[in-house]
Nanobody
Framework: QVQLVESGGGLVQAGGSLRLSCVASGRTASNYALGWFRQAPGKERELVAR????????YYADFTKGRFTISKDIAKNTIFLQMNGLQPDDTANYLCAADFGNVSDQPNYWGQGTQVTVSS
């Protein structure tokens, strides 16, 4: 079992920044790849970024356009999503996910999510 707890969401004005955190815990949590998804009301859930268990390999969705950076603190088994240049379209519930090997469209574990709201 892997438990995921997100934090860092909030309300920000367009052009602002937020840093999301996700702590992964559990006996085998360090072996899992981690990632961020987001889901806005009325829209499908989409992958934002993912990172390998060793923190080396990273993938970003095209819409991040260099604005978002995913990173991992190996010692704390925590990942971060630094989001800069936020726009109203980035408003969504951001969910952390864990998957064995690589983060797929159907990860094994989900966090509860943290809400990000960007005002215009």
């Amino acid at each position: 079992q892997v438990q995921l707890v997100e934090s860092g969401g909030g309300l920000v004005q367009a052009g602002g920044s937020l840093r999301l955190s996700c702590v992964a815990s559990g006996r085998t949590a360090s072996n899992y790849a981690l990632g961020w998804f987001r889901q806005a009301p009325g829209k499908e859930r989409e992958l934002v970024a993912r990172i390998s268990s060793n923190g080396v390999f990273k993938y970003y969705a095209d819409f991040t356009k260099g604005r978002f950076t995913i990173s991992k603190d190996i010692a704390k088994n925590t990942i971060f999503l630094q989001m800069n240049g936020l726009q109203p379209d980035d408003t969504a519930n951001y969910l952390c996910a864990a998957d064995f090997g690589n983060v797929s469209d159907q990860p094994n574990y989900w966090g509860q999510g943290t809400q990000v709201t960007v005002s215009s």
